[in-house]
């Protein structure tokens, strides 16, 4: 009988001490997610009569979003293309578009 005192014990420690590594496991892996976060938002050339995106997601399918002029957009972003830039934003990934080069600013009036 001496024998069965030590073993029920024994079965009770190991419960406790599985339900104290799970938490640390979990704590450290918490702060390894947060890094994963995108970084900014993707800046492209806009090819000459280009109006709809070309950026492909992690499958290769094509995004086709409609590419939108935006105005009034953020300080973050303003920081990144410069101030009063003409730039467009696809409606539905979010990449945002510079003008190609070859192209002449759709910023001024009409001029015949």
């Known amino acids: 009988m001496t024998d069965a ?4 014990p024994t079965p009770a420690a190991p419960a406790a001490a599985s339900a104290t590594p799970p938490a640390a496991p979990a704590a450290t892996a918490a702060p390894a997610a947060e890094p994963e976060s995108p970084t900014g938002p993707k800046i492209k050339r806009k090819k ?3 109006r709809a995106c070309d ?3 992690a499958k290769g399918k094509l995004c086709c979003g409609h590419l939108k002029r935006w105005y009034d957009y953020p300080k973050e972003i303003e920081a990144l293309v410069g101030k009063k830039a003409e730039i467009y934003r696809c409606e539905f990934c979010q990449t945002i ?3 190609g ?3 002449a600013p759709r910023s001024y009036t009409v001029r015949y």
Do not use: A, F, H
């Open 55 to 57: 950026e492909k997601d």
């Open 97 to 99: 578009y510079k003008p």
């Open 5 to 8: 005192t030590p073993e029920t």
């Open 101 to 103: 080069l070859s192209q």
């Open 48 to 50: 000459p009569t280009m």
